[in-house]
């Protein structure tokens, strides 16, 4: 459960402003409810569930639910900023909701390729490909499932600064999902598809082999700190 210091939390003002746009406005919208009996548990909870939704509309296929998905999804993307940020302010936070936060991370993006796959099968958009669509969006969930575990397991041993994300303009790599509507707008939700089965799995390899890195170096810390404390 959160932990809930009520009004004692440290003022948004207090705090360093977040890095990107949309962080910031979360911060904003969720500042009134600092004291209040709203956790960030619930609004992970929220995020969790207008994803799916998103999920479920691209799961329709075709080119309305298509677009109906994509909303949701970025809506669903802008809300789980709005947990993190009422953790800071409030002091509402705790271990397990902050894994509660990276497992409905990793469910709502795997539901959301997965979906992808089973509406552009749905409407016969994957006769040509080499593997049926909700497989090819399957194996791209699963890689971003495997992205998500190993950013985890990097942040418990090196802690934030080792998954920070690049950005440039306020705006981080994972905000690329809020270009997701001109996607669908387009009609282009199939080759999405096609380059989420291809990069996803390629991105996943880069991660597995920076966590690798980042494993060697840590223990490597650690044995040299044993050393001097032996001597």
Do not use: C
């Amino acid at each position: 459960m959160e932990k809930n210091p009520g009004p004692s939390g440290p003022p948004a003002a207090a705090l360093p402003a977040p890095r990107t746009w949309d962080a910031r406005l979360a911060r904003w919208l969720v500042t009134p409810f600092k004291s209040t009996w709203l956790t960030p548990n619930h609004l992970t909870t929220v995020r969790l569930l207008v994803g799916i939704a998103g999920a479920l509309a691209f799961a329709e296929g075709g080119y309305r639910w298509a677009n109906i998905g994509a909303w949701l999804v970025v809506l669903s993307n802008f809300i789980d900023h709005t947990d993190g940020e009422l953790a800071r302010i409030s002091g509402k936070s705790s271990r397990i909701g902050h894994f509660y936060d990276l497992a409905s991370d990793a469910f709502v993006t795997i539901a959301l390729f997965a979906g992808i796959g089973v509406g552009v099968g749905a409407v016969g958009g994957g006769g040509d490909l080499l593997a049926p669509p909700w497989l090819l969006g399957s194996g791209a969930g699963a890689a971003v499932a495997s992205i998500f575990f190993l950013r985890m397991r990097i942040e418990e041993r090196v802690g934030k600064a080792g998954t920070r994300q690049a950005s440039l303009g306020g705006f981080e790599t994972e905000d690329v999902l809020y270009l997701l509507p001109l996607v669908t707008i387009f009609d282009a939700t199939r080759g999405f598809l096609l380059a989420a089965a291809v990069g996803a799995p390629l991105f996943a390899v880069l991660v597995a082999a920076d966590y690798r890195r980042v494993m060697r170096r840590a223990r490597k810390a650690s044995q040299a700190a044993g050393w001097r404390a032996a001597r």
